[in-house]
């Protein structure tokens, strides 16, 4: 069960911190696009901005998970 979890808070985790590198790059995109509005500009530093914020929250509990799956012993060896 310890495992489990470990492996279901790692795997959500990661796949949070992928979203928000994701983000990032689109929202890059779309400023650097000669078609784009200005207010696009206020709205993509805003959004990675609120993102960077949760990056370090989410890095801290997929290295905890991580440390928690490392430390689970395998069953035959419990």
Not at 3 to 14: A, E, M, P, S
Not at 24 to 52: K, N, Q, Y
Not at 64 to 74: E, G
């Amino acid at each position: 069960d310890r495992f489990i979890d470990g492996l279901k808070t790692l795997q959500d985790c990661l796949g949070e911190l992928n979203d928000i590198a994701t983000g990032e790059r689109l929202a890059h995109d779309l400023v650097a696009a000669p078609e784009t509005p200005g207010p696009a500009d206020w709205a993509a530093g805003r959004l990675i901005g609120e993102e960077a914020g949760r990056e370090a929250a989410l890095l801290a509990a997929a290295k905890s998970a991580l440390k928690t799956l490392t430390a689970v012993k395998p069953f035959w060896e419990r």
